[in-house]
């Protein structure tokens, strides 16, 4: 296999929401929640195994994953999006419900998950000049209305997934509203095309950082608000109303988008947990300890001010793009961005010295 394919056969199946929140909504919730909150942690869980079987196997047989025909379409459409029909994995991608050329459809969440990947793709293209998530047009299947109650959105390697919540974490509806959760997932992408950055401990914690960061980002261009101006809060107005909080992840205050949220916000701070198959453990903590990145680049950017798409956004595109690899820590991460900053805008100038310093504010330098 090519080096690409072997990035593409290991990638993971990213989620929005932490397992761990999920399992606290089962623990406190009623009855249905419950159900739902388990139904959405078992789903989640058959699919990252049936992942790592097709991954092994793709390994042993030296073909690309994307050859096997039951992980999603084949199609020359730019972004086609299905619908499934409550089905589960292996009913995916479902029947075809929207394509390039058609008008918007009577099915809201046919029409937000179209609008989101196209506005995601236009951010990439318009800012970074990057073709899709492979830099080579890749098309952008997005799949709507999978599984029952089932409270969460995700990146499976190939497409994107959209269950319609209303399982007790996230109000029904809400996933395929949200412009910055369709960045976040679509930037899972991308990441697995370039650094590839592996999904446990502090790796997998730099993954989900850079999703959140530029799931911040297209939003922010999407509302043309400035680093000043916009809330840094990701996944605003989904919670269900019985979760105390205005949003699922505060990069301005880890620690303080709602009541289940155990974000640190300096290495002080750090969670050490275990990379195992426990959801409270989060495969070593990657969406907890993403929020010291995450709050990294909050205070690079709203120091170097202006837009934060602009130099702070490129110096994070270069990084994650150019810079990092599968095994990249905190450490690489942050000498990485300053390195980066310094031929990107002078060493010793004052964007490597503001990316230098939130570095250090949060005690990775």
């Known amino acids: 296999m090519t080096e690409e394919n072997e990035m593409c056969s290991g990638c993971p199946v990213c989620f929005f929401a932490p397992p761990g929140v999920?399992?606290?909504?089962?623990?406190?919730?009623?009855?249905?929640?419950?159900?739902?909150?388990?139904?959405?942690?078992?789903?989640?869980?058959?699919?990252?195994?049936?992942?790592?079987?097709?991954?092994?196997?793709?390994?042993?047989l030296n073909v690309n994953p994307a050859e096997f025909s039951f992980l999603g379409p084949q199609t020359t459409e730019h972004q086609t999006v299905y619908d499934v029909h409550h089905g589960g994995d292996f009913q995916l991608p479902g029947q075809?419900?929207?394509?390039?050329?058609?008008?918007?459809?009577?099915?809201?969440?046919?029409?937000?998950?179209?609008?989101?990947?196209?506005t995601t793709y236009a951010f990439y293209k318009d800012v970074f000049d990057r073709d899709s998530l492979d830099a080579h047009g890749l098309s952008l299947i997005s799949t709507v209305h999978f599984g029952t109650d089932y409270d969460n959105a995700l990146w499976n390697g190939s497409q994107m997934i959209y269950g319609d919540g209303g399982g007790g974490m996230f109000v029904r509806g809400s996933l395929t509203k949200a412009i910055d959760v369709i960045g976040h997932e679509l930037t899972h992408g991308i990441t697995q095309f370039t650094a590839g950055l592996a999904y446990h401990r502090q790796s997998g914690a730099l993954n989900e950082s850079f999703s959140d960061v530029f799931g911040s980002l297209v939003k922010q261009?999407?509302?043309?608000?400035?680093?000043?101006?916009?809330?840094?809060?990701?996944?605003?107005?989904?919670?269900?109303?019985?979760?105390?909080?205005?949003?699922?992840?505060?990069?301005?205050?880890?620690?303080s988008a709602f009541e289940f949220d155990d974000q640190p916000a300096h290495m002080k701070d750090y969670l050490d947990l275990p990379d195992d198959d426990d959801p409270h453990n989060d495969h070593g903590g990657v969406h907890l300890n993403s929020g010291i990145p995450n709050r990294a680049f909050y205070l690079a950017a709203t120091a170097i001010g202006g837009n934060a798409w602009e130099k702070p956004g490129l110096i994070w595109y270069t990084t994650l793009t150019g810079q990092l690899k599968p095994d990249s820590d905190f450490k690489a991460a942050a000498d990485a961005t300053v390195e980066v900053a310094g031929k990107l805008y002078g060493d010793g100038g004052s964007e490597q010295s503001a990316v230098q310093k939130a570095w250090q504010t949060v005690g990775v330098l």
């Open 22 to 60: 999920l399992l606290k909504i089962a623990e406190r919730g009623d009855a249905a929640q419950r159900d739902a909150a388990l139904r959405t942690l078992a789903t989640s869980t058959a699919m990252r195994a049936q992942r790592a079987v097709i991954a092994s196997a793709a390994r042993r």
């Open 96 to 118: 075809v419900a929207r394509t390039d050329d058609d008008a918007p459809v009577a099915d809201a969440a046919v029409n937000e998950a179209f609008d989101g990947s196209h």
């Open 221 to 255: 261009h999407s509302l043309r608000q400035s680093a000043a101006d916009a809330s840094w809060l990701v996944g605003e107005h989904m919670l269900d109303p019985s979760i105390e909080g205005v949003a699922v992840r505060s990069m301005k205050e880890p620690g």
